[in-house]
DNA sequence: TGTTGATCATGC
DNA sequence: GCATGATCAACA
């Protein structure tokens, strides 16, 4: 029962193998961690059981799951093919301090860096305890991969250090999508607005769309 | 039926 | 409020 960090990539892909074919429910109760009836009230239950059987560093710092050895974590909901059900979060986009920020210094390039993919069977028909846990994939990006993240980043980021984030919509970016993060619609935080002057606007996150997240995985594993 | 916009829990 | 972990559910 793992709760000290993995002290290196071997050490913690060890760990992930080690859970492939395992059930939430199996993992959860080695952990002696209690199964929710379903997600609805707890959307992050399935990733933070996996953080704690990994050892990833809890918290809610901005920094990689695995400081020690730069990897993030991310678990993925497929279906019965094994294609993700979900698109996946990366982080908060900065909507202030904008200008001259660059994508080689920006938290998603840092996030997509290396990342350790850990596909669960996420279909609303099989119970929460008995949803198996997949084959992990520690993955980083292709040249191709990395320079369209980079062109819709830059994109993306343009237009909100032009003041037209609220303009910006789900539907674009190839890979990468720019979407409401936040408690509810009536969040709201500092941003750029038209004029250059500061408007009060929904937060805005990072996605990776399931069509890039099914390429990856399916480049992988097929 | 796939996506977009909205939402849920938690710690600090 | 912001950052983490994400999935829900209405609508095109």
């Known amino acids: 029962m793992p709760v000290t960090p993995p002290h290196s990539i071997t050490e913690l892909l060890d760990r992930a193998h080690a859970m492939a074919g395992l059930s939430l429910g199996e993992i959860a109760a080695e952990l002696d961690v209690v199964v929710p009836e379903d997600l609805r009230r707890h959307k992050g239950w399935g990733g933070q059981l996996l953080e704690l059987w990994l050892g990833a560093s809890a918290g809610s710092r901005p920094e990689p799951d695995f400081p020690a050895l730069g990897v993030e974590l991310k678990s993925i909901p497929i ?23 660059r994508w080689s ?6 996030k997509l860096n290396r990342v350790l993919w850990v596909p669960v069977e996420g279909s609303r028909a099989i119970p929460l305890a008995e949803r198996r846990v997949g084959m992990p994939l520690l ?29 910006i919509t ?14 509810n619609r009536r969040v709201l935080t500092e941003a750029i607005g038209p004029d250059g002057l500061r408007i009060q606007t929904l937060p805005r996150g990072f996605y990776l769309r399931s069509r890039f997240t099914a390429a990856l995985l399916s480049r992988h594993y097929l």
Do not use: N
Request: aromatic share 6%.
């Open 105 to 110: 210094d920006s938290v998603v390039c840092h």
């Open 79 to 101: 279906d019965e093919q094994g294609k993700p059900l979900e698109s996946t979060y990366i982080c908060v986009c900065p909507l202030t301090d904008v200008s001259g920020l």
């Open 170 to 183: 789900a539907h674009q970016g190839e890979f990468l999508q720019l979407r409401p993060k936040a408690a």
């Open 139 to 167: 993955w980083q990006p292709d040249e191709q991969e990395a320079a369209v993240l980079r062109r819709d980043w830059e994109e993306l980021m343009e237009q909100v250090a032009l003041g037209q984030v609220e303009r």
